[in-house]
């Protein structure tokens, strides 16, 4: 069965420190996975996915296939980054299976 | 660009009653998603339509919910009668035509079943 593990509900960090959100999936399938992001009192929006290879607001994530991980990261965090991130898995066709989530706080 | 509405914002029923939840989608996005977060979780799908056909309603309770996209735009979902553990917020979510599109989110719906 198909499943994304996001093993942290809390993160925090300081302003300035490096950052990484970890997700790890299971899935016997070709994956395609996205971050999406909530920032307080907004909706629920894309982040970023790997097919797209992008870095938006200094995010960045990789797909490793060998450890079925998704990590997201960004090497300076800054108190906007603040906000709940969940990794998600597309899977046959176009269902999506998203993880439980992470709350990351950026201490000033 | 307007995004994706949804209707009541907040809803709080008694169990056993039913309630209905409305949803309008990006206009010429063919897909539209209903999501179900618990507090604490993560969105769970649903049910997902292609127009006005369904693509996937395997984790739909369908003894209770119900859910349909009359003319393939807007869309209802129907909780009949509700339980306690449905409390949470319902989100709809639609995107141009395959999930390689993204998603976009409306505001949800907070459901309390007391």
């Known amino acids: 069965a198909q499943r994304v593990t996001q093993p942290e509900k809390l993160l925090s960090v300081f302003k300035g420190a490096p950052v990484e959100l970890k997700c790890n999936y299971s899935y016997s399938g070709s994956p395609e996975l996205f971050w999406y992001v909530q920032y307080s009192r907004q909706r629920l929006q894309l982040l970023l996915r790997?097919?797209s290879r992008e870095s938006i607001k200094g995010f960045t994530a990789d797909l490793n296939k060998g450890e079925t991980s998704f990590h997201l990261k960004k090497p300076f965090a800054q108190e906007e980054d603040s906000a709940m991130y969940y990794c998600?898995?597309?899977?046959?066709?176009?269902?999506?299976?998203f993880g439980t989530g992470t709350s990351l706080t950026v201490i000033p | 660009e307007a995004g994706v509405a949804q209707s009541p914002r907040y809803k709080i029923i008694e169990k056993r009653q039913s309630v209905a939840f409305w949803c309008n989608p990006i206009?010429?996005?063919?897909?539209l998603y209903w999501y179900q977060q618990i507090l604490g979780q993560g969105p769970k799908l649903l049910i997902q339509f292609q127009n006005n056909g369904v693509v996937d309603d395997s984790q739909l309770p369908k003894d209770r919910f119900s859910a349909e996209r009359l003319k393939g735009v807007d869309s209802t979902l129907k909780i009949q009668p509700a339980k306690l553990e449905d409390s949470a917020v319902y989100l709809c979510?639609?995107?141009?035509?395959?999930?390689?599109?993204?998603?976009?989110f409306g505001p949800g719906t907070r459901l309390t079943v007391l």
């Open positions: 206009s010429g996005h063919a897909t």
């Open positions: 998600a898995l597309r899977y046959t066709g176009n269902q999506f299976y």
């Open positions: 790997h097919i």
């Open positions: 979510a639609s995107s141009l035509v395959a999930a390689y599109n993204e998603q976009f």
